[in-house]
């Protein structure tokens, strides 16, 4: 790894102690290791203005719960911002853009990202002028934006290209083709009546690269058929799709 290639992701959070076991396991500790990516966590308590840190307050207007104040936001990002060169803001919010591979994939490329997770009933909308993107994990409210910060940095560090070795790698995934991934299987070839496939035992990898393909198909047209909408399919996808049709037909 070349010096200064690493990828810098900054965290602002007011429970950093949240990502310890993140941060501390697997392919994201790997990569740490190897110098692939560094991430920096930040409590948003120690930009507080007060000695209490304290970060939320009533919102104008009344109603309840307490929401994010910008002081201690816009302070920590502004800190941050000045150790290094500035890098992407993204705010966690359910009001966000919905993410997926796409999303990950173009968080990816870029060298310097800060993530701000928000807490609460939300935050002082003045926040989001801070912010070059905001993003949603779905469409549920989860505590606060520590575990979609966590979900988002999982699913774009393993694409950093080094991070997963050559047998993990990232272009085998279900998703990063567009479809939904093939069956797999692994010992014993019988477990409980279910038996493996045939054709996986057969070592014919032109056969075995046919089938997993149109398991794939099938799984996606029976399951998620909209992802079909916004892939170029080959001929062979094509190919393969008509026949899944013929035979669903002959099922009904
Ligand atoms: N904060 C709370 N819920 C969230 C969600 N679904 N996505 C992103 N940030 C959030």
């Not at 109603?63 to 500035?86: D, W």
């Not at 991934?181 to 477990?191: G, L, M, N, S």
């Not at 409980?192 to 997993?212: A, M, N, Y």
């Amino acid at each position: 790894m070349k010096e200064g290639s690493s990828v810098r992701i900054d965290v602002l959070t007011i429970f950093p102690g949240m990502f310890d076991g993140f941060l501390d396991e697997s392919i994201i500790k790997r990569a740490q290791e190897r110098g692939l990516i560094q991430i920096f966590l930040h409590d948003i308590r120690q930009y507080a203005q007060d000695k209490h840190g304290t970060v939320d307050d009533y919102p104008f207007g009344g109603g309840p719960g307490m929401i994010f104040k910008p002081e201690p936001v816009f302070r920590a990002v502004e800190a941050v911002q000045s150790q290094a060169s500035p890098g992407l803001v993204v705010l966690l919010t359910p009001q966000g853009e919905h993410y997926e591979q796409r999303i990950a994939k173009s968080l990816a490329v870029g060298k310097r990202l800060l993530f701000i997770c928000g807490r609460y009933k939300g935050l002082d909308d003045r926040i989001r002028t801070i912010a070059d993107r905001e993003i949603s994990i779905g469409d549920y409210v989860l505590t606060g934006g520590e575990l979609p910060a966590m979900v988002v940095i999982d699913s774009m560090v393993r694409l950093i290209p080094g991070v997963l070795g050559d047998e993990e790698s990232a272009w085998n995934d279900s998703f990063f083709q567009g479809i939904l991934d093939a069956p797999q299987f692994t010992r014993p070839r019988v477990f409980r009546d279910l038996s493996v496939p045939e054709v996986l035992l057969s070592g014919d990898h032109e056969q075995i690269r046919i089938w997993r393909k149109k398991e794939a198909l099938r799984k996606t047209l029976q399951r998620r058929p909209d992802l079909l909408e916004n892939i170029s399919l080959k001929k062979e996808d094509k190919r393969l799709i008509a026949q899944i049709k013929k035979e669903n037909r002959g099922i009904e």
